[in-house]
């Protein structure tokens, strides 16, 4: 027992717990975020006697007498100034891991009122954020010290809310404050908590599954197994064929499989009755690689299928082979990329809440509301009716929460149980579930005549999809289309095969193969500048696409093509550090935005006047923390000609909110961004002689379809996709120290309709992949188990990060979403080969795996 005070509340924990525990589900100061119960990531970062610590490894036995304040308990004005200082300075993209920076922040300004930014990033090395880069976290910082100081509150950049303005976002306020709902914040009268007892071997037969014991102990509600799924067996995002649980008799996958489920009135006692579930295997040998996988007498991680090939993808256009042999200089590599793990700060979790009809109610955080009501619907046996699913706050996702993970477990706890039930996943399960970015083996020949001009490009590719399809196909498909790169040319030939394996899945991640086959090519062309005689920015200008001219996939591209001008700005980054005797690499990258290739891609939104006399945005698309939310209010105010203050944006939900796809593929701000404006204008029609007043009730519905030509199609040019951002990266090595310098990105996103959120996507797609480049790591031992903890993936942390320029490129010329073509996920792709080569530069040495080895970065492989 021990007494202490919390916000200025004296309060006594009459038992021993974790102290992130007690201020969470005692007191429900839910500021205090849940991202590790490690001591790694700092999202439950507060303040004990005027210090910054971590809630997580404290125990409240240890707390008598002491001083702790969370983000609630600050003063209004301290309140005021975080939320305008992380606003203004765009630091706020998912939020989740906010409320801890804030903590930080105060406990540094509490005995150093004057920091540098040096200062500040050693203040923060604790805390994790993926999102932002932390660049514009030291930003937020500094301009919060500068305002105390000053002891009032600036004006603002700007308050239009115009397209075009580097407005704050609208959901900073509920996230630096800590009262905006993730899942995990959610607690309702008698909720209840399940989990699954997952597989012990990757790959085994399930003889028979005991559950005796654990039903029998006080305060278990039920404890499920396949026999009890009233629907569909299998989920799974295009292929079903992941098991929401593995029956007796069927064999396991990977060691994520669920064979039952436990629901229980508390964590404690869910967690021992797991350990009563009696699991009988016959355990089976495991498929460890594609090589093993490709292996004529592989065993099959699918036994109805006939071999261990995922996907295979072919894509030709003209003749790589002649092209080749008729060139001038020609090389060849071999490359491998490897495993990634998302990290995104939020656990995957799920509250399921039942319903009066006998359905369910999801609070979800994933990357599709709509894709989650399919997906749970069919497996419980109901109609939409009966299963309905709205968003919370989504704690990032980078393509890691398009797939289940606690959706479907929670939906059938509380559909057969009827008790409210919150799924959440362990840090620890939630490495092993949710799909990686693949591991890719890479073979890239490229021919290019005596003035650098590439002729031809062949190459070939491999990859671990794990044990699951997931989005294993599309993925090995963008990766083949994109890499021949943004450059103009015609004689190009990729083969690819994804394999199934005994690992955990691997699916979307940022950049959806791209980055992968990026690194390839763009290394390819880097010493191809150096074997014709001219400079890594001079080959890059020869072969670039410009408006009019044919891709390799034989798609004419249009006037709003900005890759030369992305060039053009990097230019006087690259002549200076030329001119300085620096290291310096530099890399390109185009990527599509929308799903394309002839599959259906809709964007929807409807837009209605509802009794407030205010116009509230519904559409099924995710906001996951790129700003999807602003984006569509800033489009509103512009194209409907009304004022923020009469506009509401909803959180994604399924019974009002029509279907707008998947938030991936940096498709949101262009589809649904069209389908919006679409709305906008039949809006502003009704009010030529209208007011809102007049209209409440009515709704005005917007709908575009990004049609696209399917892969392969037998037209002269094909059109793949409805647009491409183009970027070019730059990376400045600092020749003593071997460290990166400056870091400098110049993206094309057509129209910004938010300049400073541009900004921040840059700089978090970089400094993701900084991490991608030379220091994360997933390891996978013998029993196909991921054994790094999250503070061992290596991710990058603020005083890691060297300044990083971000330069948006506004290129016209795009009709569609004002033209807004988007930028999420190009600006994690061409990052590593830069890096790559500018480490070349310093010391000779081609590296052609990633991380990159034997650089200041680099780490022991575990």
Same mark, same amino acid.
């Not at 909720?191 to 559950?211: H, P, Q």
């Not at 008799?249 to 869910?270: Q, S």
């Not at 300044?803 to 009709?815: N, R, S, W």
């Given at each position: 027992m021990a007494t202490f005070t919390v916000n200025g509340r004296t309060v006594t924990a009459l038992e021993n717990k974790k102290l992130i525990r007690y201020l969470r589900d005692d007191l429900h100061l839910t500021s205090v975020k849940d991202g590790c119960s490690e001591g790694a990531c700092g999202?439950?970062?507060?303040?004990?006697?005027?210090? #910054?610590?971590?809630?997580?490894?404290?125990?409240?036995?240890?707390?008598?007498?002491?001083n702790i304040v969370t983000v609630e308990g600050l003063s209004d004005w301290?309140?005021?100034?975080?939320?305008?200082?992380?606003?203004? #300075?765009?630091?706020?993209?998912?939020?989740?891991?906010?409320?801890?920076?804030?903590?930080?922040?105060?406990?540094?300004?509490?005995?150093?009122?004057a920091p540098t930014r040096e200062e500040a990033a050693m203040a923060i090395r604790g805390n994790i954020c993926r999102c932002t880069g932390y660049v514009k976290i030291l930003d937020a910082m500094l301009l919060a010290a500068e305002i105390f100081r000053a002891g009032k509150l600036p004006s603002p950049d700007t308050d239009s809310w115009q397209v075009g303005a580097s407005v704050q976002r609208?959901?900073?306020?509920?996230?630096?404050?800590? $009262?905006?709902?993730?899942?995990?914040?959610?607690?309702?009268?008698?909720?209840?908590?399940?989990?699954?007892?997952?597989?012990?071997?990757?790959? #085994?037969?399930?003889?028979?599954?005991?559950?005796?014991e654990a039903e029998a102990l006080p305060g278990v509600v039920c404890v499920l197994t396949a026999k009890d799924i009233p629907g569909k067996v299998n989920v799974g995002h295009i292929k079903k064929d992941q098991p929401t649980l593995? %029956?007796? &008799?069927?064999?396991?996958?990977?060691?994520? =499989?669920?064979?039952?489920?436990?629901?229980?009135?508390?964590? %404690?006692?869910?967690?021992?009755?797991?350990?009563?579930?009696?699991v009988e295997y016959e355990p089976l040998p495991a498929v460890h690689n594609p090589k093993e996988a490709a292996a004529d007498d592989a065993p099959l991680v699918f036994e109805t299928d006939e071999n261990n090939i995922q996907a295979y993808k072919h894509v030709s256009r003209g003749d790589a082979d002649a092209a080749i042999a008729q060139s001038k200089y020609v090389l060849t590599e071999h490359f491998e990329t490897p495993w990634t793990e998302h990290a995104f700060l939020e656990p995957e979790c799920c509250v399921a809440l039942p319903l009066e009809n006998g359905g369910v109610k999801l609070l979800t955080s994933d990357q599709s509301a709509h894709t989650t009501l399919h997906e749970c619907a069919e497996m419980l046996g109901v109609d939409h009716e009966h299963c309905l699913v709205e968003n919370q706050l989504v704690g990032g996702g980078f393509g890691g929460k398009e797939d289940m993970s606690v959706q479907h477990h929670a939906a059938l706890l509380a559909y057969i149980a009827r008790v409210p039930v919150k799924v959440k996943l362990s840090r620890q399960e939630s490495i092993l579930i949710h799909p990686k970015r693949h591991p890719m083996w890479m073979d890239f020949t490229m021919g290019c005549d005596e003035n650098g001009i590439i002729r031809g490009v062949k190459a070939k590719v491999v990859s671990d999809t794990g044990a699951f399809a997931s989005l294993g196909g599309p993925v090995l498909e963008r990766a083949c289309t994109h890499a021949a790169g943004p450059y103009a040319y015609e004689n190009f030939e990729i083969e690819g095969t994804a394999y199934y394996t005994n690992n955990p899945p691997a699916g979307a991640f940022r950049g959806f193969g791209v980055t992968q086959t990026c690194f390839a090519v763009e290394t390819l062309l880097n010493m191809m500048a150096d074997k014709v005689g001219i400079s890594p920015f001079e080959i890059r200008m020869r072969n670039a696409i410009r408006?009019?001219?044919?891709?390799?996939?034989?798609?004419?591209?249009?006037?709003?093509?900005?890759?030369?001008?992305?060039?053009?700005?990097?230019?006087? $980054?690259?002549?200076?550090?030329?001119?300085?005797? =620096?290291?310096?690499?530099?890399?390109?990258?185009?990527?599509?935005?929308?799903?394309?290739?002839g599959l259906p891609d809709w964007g929807r939104v409807k837009l209605i006047v509802e009794e407030d006399a205010r116009v509230h945005i519904y559409s099924g698309a995710s906001c996951i923390g790129q700003g999807l939310g602003t984006v569509l209010t800033q489009m509103v105010v512009t194209n409907a000609h009304i004022r923020r203050e009469d506009i509401v944006y909803e959180r994604s939900n399924t019974w009002i909110a029509p279907d707008s796809g998947d938030t991936s593929g940096s498709r949101q701000t262009l589809i649904t961004g069209e389908a919006c404006r679409r709305a906008c204008e039949k809006l502003a029609e009704a009010l030529s002689d209208k007011t809102l007043s007049d209209l409440k009730g009515q709704e005005f519905y917007g709908e575009y379809l990004a049609a696209t030509d399917p892969l392969g199609a037998d037209v002269p040019n094909p059109v793949s996709h409805v647009a491409y951002g183009y970027a070019t990266?730059?990376?400045?090595?600092?020749?003593?120290?071997?460290?990166?310098?400056?870091?400098?990105?110049?993206?094309?996103?057509?129209?910004?309709?938010?300049?400073?959120?541009c900004e921040g996507q840059i700089e978090g797609g970089v400094v993701m992949s900084m991490g991608y480049a030379l220091t994360e790591q997933y390891p996978l031992d013998e029993n196909c188990r991921p054994t790094a903890k999250y503070g061992m993936l290596g991710l990058?942390?603020?005083?890691?990060?060297?300044?990083?320029? #971000?330069?948006?490129?506004?290129?016209? &010329?795009? %009709?569609?979403?004002?033209?807004?073509?988007?930028?999420?996920?190009?600006?994690?792709?061409?990052?590593?080969?830069?890096?790559?080569?500018?480490?070349?530069?310093?010391d000779g040495e081609r590296r052609f795996t990633l991380p990159l080895e034997n650089?200041? $970065?680099?780490?022991?492989?575990?």
């Open positions: 999202t439950c970062t507060i303040l004990i006697d005027q210090k #910054a610590v971590k809630a997580c490894v404290q125990q409240t036995d240890a707390m008598e007498g002491k301290e309140k005021e100034v975080y939320t305008f200082a992380f606003g203004e #300075a765009g630091a706020v993209q998912c939020g989740f891991c906010t409320p801890g920076m804030v903590m930080c922040t105060k406990a540094l300004l509490n005995a150093n009122p609208l959901d900073v306020a509920e996230k630096v404050q800590g $009262y905006g709902k993730y899942p995990d914040d959610i607690y309702v009268e008698g909720m209840c908590y399940g989990a699954a007892v997952r597989s012990l071997y990757a790959r #085994a037969r399930v003889l028979g599954i005991d559950t005796r593995v %029956a007796v &008799g069927e064999i396991t996958h990977y060691l994520g =499989d669920a064979v039952a489920l436990v629901c229980a009135k508390d964590v %404690a006692v869910l967690e021992e009755a797991k350990k009563l579930v009696k408006p009019g001219g044919v891709l390799p996939n034989g798609q004419i591209v249009g006037p709003e093509t900005g890759l030369v001008e992305t060039l053009d700005a990097i230019r006087p $980054y690259y002549e200076e550090a030329v001119k300085n005797g =620096d290291p310096v690499g530099l890399a390109c990258a185009m990527k599509n935005s929308g799903v394309g290739v990266q730059m990376c400045i090595l600092d020749k003593e120290t071997g460290k990166i310098k400056q870091f400098v990105a110049a993206h094309d996103v057509g129209k910004a309709v938010n300049p400073l959120s990058f942390r603020a005083p890691d990060v060297p300044p990083v320029k #971000a330069i948006v490129v506004e290129k016209p &010329g795009f %009709a569609l979403a004002g033209g807004a073509i988007g930028i999420g996920e190009i600006t994690s792709i061409p990052t590593a080969p830069a890096i790559s080569d500018a480490y070349y530069r310093l650089t200041p $970065y680099s780490r022991k492989k575990k």
